[in-house]
Nanobody, 115 residues
């Protein structure tokens, strides 16, 4: 079992920045992919960014150039640095960990970007 704890959400003005850390605890597989997804009101959950244990990253087109995902494997922590935030980035952001075929989710953290 894996537990994911997110933090770092909040209210920020357009053009601002936020950093979202996510720490995993429990049984952590050596091969896994950590990432962030988000869900805005009335919309489906969507990918923001992922970072595999092999070092590969993947970003949604909507955040490319504005967001950076990183990992500290020693701390089992993934970080999402978001810059140049836009009102359309407002959503609940969920940490995700994929270990083999098992999906784990955090409880989510609210990010609100005011115009």
């Amino acid at each position: 079992q894996v537990q994911l704890v997110e933090s770092g959400g909040g209210l920020v003005q357009a053009g601002g920045s936020l950093s979202l850390p996510c720490t995993a605890s429990g049984i952590i597989a050596s091969i896994n992919t950590m990432g962030w997804y988000r869900q805005a009101p009335g919309k489906q959950r969507e990918l923001v960014a992922t970072f595999s244990s092999g070092g590969s990253t993947n970003y949604a087109d909507s955040v490319k150039g504005r967001c950076t995902i990183s990992r500290d494997n020693a701390k089992n922590t993934a970080y999402l640095q978001m810059n140049s935030l836009k009102p359309e980035d407002t959503a609940v952001y969920y940490c995700h960990d994929l270990q083999l075929w098992l999906h784990y989710w955090g409880q989510g953290t609210q990010v609100t970007v005011s115009s």
